[in-house]
């Protein structure tokens, strides 16, 4: 039977081997899957690259992970980027509207990667605060760049930034 883009299943369940069972017994039906929180944190990651690696779409439940239950915030960033790196398409938090879940689940499962905006956000933030957006060279590193630049051979370098001796 082909998959009903339109059907989707959640994964809420406790361990990886149950979830595994779920989606061999319902073969190519589906398409589409929710990994739940208890499944996320327990093998959910390696689940939804396998699902993304078999043309299935994945979407997770990362809520907890931004909401201020006891979390290290950076750990939320850390578990959406491994998520998205593994085949994830989306993410939401459970306070969107049904409105916006219904557009949110159709545009996934029609390929699209739905994003809540309020976390993005914040994601975005930290990920600027934490990661320059060019490392910096250092004052030696750019003389010898523009020396390379201008066409000098190693030796022309070595002697103009005066450490003769060291190269052939």
């Avoid at 933030?125 to 750019?142: A, D, G, M, Q, Y």
């Amino acid at each position: 039977m082909p998959a009903d883009s339109r059907l989707i299943v959640a994964l809420d369940l406790p361990t990886r081997a149950a979830a595994d069972a779920m989606v061999e017994t319902l073969g190519d039906a589906v398409s589409f899957y929710k990994i739940g929180l208890q499944l996320l944190t327990g093998g959910g990651m390696d689940m939804a690259a396998d699902l993304k690696a078999r043309g299935r779409r994945v979407f997770l439940d990362c809520e907890h992970f931004f909401d201020g239950y006891g979390h290290d915030p950076d750990y939320g960033v850390s578990l959406l980027t491994e998520a998205f790196e593994a085949g994830a398409c989306g993410y939401l938090l459970k306070t969107v509207s049904a409105v916006e879940l219904v557009g949110a689940v159709s545009a996934a499962a029609a390929g699209a990667t739905v994003t809540d905006e309020r976390i993005s956000k914040r994601l975005m933030e930290r990920w600027r605060s934490k990661r320059p957006l060019v490392e910096r060279l250092t004052p030696r590193e750019t003389d010898v760049l523009r020396l390379l630049v201008k066409g000098s051979s190693n030796k022309e370098i070595a002697a103009t930034l005066g450490v003769g001796g060291l190269l052939p």
